[in-house]
């Protein structure tokens, strides 16, 4: 955990704080006069198009299969079609798309609420709070969970089931992926029907009853109810499994920050992120987050022109000794793992050792 503020006054010369604003303007600059901060229009409406088509493809499947139980195999694969339409939601919340804010936030919202069922308006206000101050207590509320403890504040408190869980829950992390689909859309319902300030909430509300409207009439006029069930039940294991294993790498097992804490931009969105090396392929299955650093640095650079960029940001934390933290994505998830393991592992002991605890670290 990251406990106090390392960008406190030097002893002479200007405050390290000052330093790091003043390299992250030069840096700025350099990606400005590279035109890697401009959109990237004719990309988004090519994988709009794609994704459109990816989606009416399926429905074919399903039309074709409905006397199979391999239309469970479709259910799958339509999870994973609404996983990157939900990608291109969060492309368009960061105005990575268009030009015009009011355009990347219809694109973000038909994509995020219409297509994928989630609401666009509650995801921004808790991404928000994410970008503004990644893995710091009482800010980022993704580092806090009903199930999951990624950090010994959160672990202390469990009690009954949730200790047990705790305990191994490093282990459970994956398994309980399968329930993060479900999660997802009762806490995006949950908070647009609780009366919050959320924007556009009727909008979103609008979206999404029109989403599982035409979702469920649609299985319903083919499947049979048992068949519907299972189809609805694969869509969204495979959701929860995909989007939460395109997530997860990106901050957790990385530095918490304390409350109350004090950063630098620069470093606080760099020290908490990690990068997932792999290029295309991995890009294409992460939604271009596993380039988290160089989006925490640049929020709203269209996804494509990530990779671009990596190499400038890279050098650039090398020049100034700031750590830069890239590995693959299987040894992401063992970070995972390892991560949540340690702090269940320090939940279960009642008394804690100074000596091993050091050792453990």
């Not at 300030?197 to 006029?221: E, M, N, P, Q």
């Not at 068949?227 to 790498?249: D, E, I, N, S």
Request: proline share 5%.
């Amino acid at each position: 955990m990251i406990p106090t503020n390392p960008s406190a006054p030097a002893a002479v010369g200007s405050r390290p704080r000052d330093r790091q604003v003043s390299s992250y303007a030069d840096l700025s600059r350099r990606v400005k006069a590279a035109g890697l901060l401009n959109r990237r229009r004719g990309w988004y409406v090519g994988r709009i198009a794609a994704v459109a088509l990816a989606l009416a493809g399926v429905v074919a499947g399903v039309t074709l299969l409905n006397h199979s139980w391999l239309v469970l195999l479709l259910a799958g694969a339509l999870a994973l079609v609404l996983t990157q339409c939900a990608f291109l939601g969060h492309d368009g919340a960061h105005r990575q798309m268009f030009g015009s804010n009011r355009a990347n936030e219809i694109a973000g919202r038909v994509l995020a609420a219409g297509a994928a069922g989630l609401s666009y308006g509650w995801w921004m206000g808790k991404h928000s709070k994410h970008h503004q101050a990644p893995n710091q207590l009482g800010v980022d509320t993704d580092v806090e969970s009903k199930v999951l403890s990624f950090h010994d504040e959160a672990a202390d408190g469990r009690r009954g089931v949730l200790k047990w869980v705790t305990r191994r829950q490093g282990w459970l992390f994956f398994p309980l992926l399968l329930l993060e689909g479900l999660n997802l859309h009762v806490d995006s319902m949950m908070t647009l029907t609780a009366r919050t300030s959320v924007k556009r909430r009727w909008v979103d509300l609008a979206l999404i009853a029109t989403h599982w409207a035409l979702y469920l009439t649609f299985l319903f006029l083919l499947l049979p109810p048992g068949k519907v069930a299972a189809f609805v039940g694969v869509h969204l294991a495979v959701l929860g499994v995909y989007m939460g294993g395109a997530f997860a790498p990106n901050h957790t097992g990385m530095p918490i920050v304390a409350r109350g804490a004090k950063l630098d931009y620069l470093r606080r969105q760099v020290l908490m992120s990690r990068n997932v090396s792999g290029g295309a392929p991995v890009s294409f299955l992460m939604g271009g987050l596993n380039y988290q650093i160089e989006h925490h640095l640049f929020p709203s650079m269209p996804r494509p022109n990530l990779h671009k960029v990596r190499p400038m940001v890279r050098d650039f934390c090398a020049e100034h000794g700031i750590d830069y933290t890239e590995t693959t994505l299987p040894g992401a998830y063992r970070a995972i793992v390892a991560h949540l393991n340690e702090v269940g592992l320090r939940a279960r002991d009642p008394f804690t050792c100074p000596v091993a605890q050091q050792l453990r670290t």
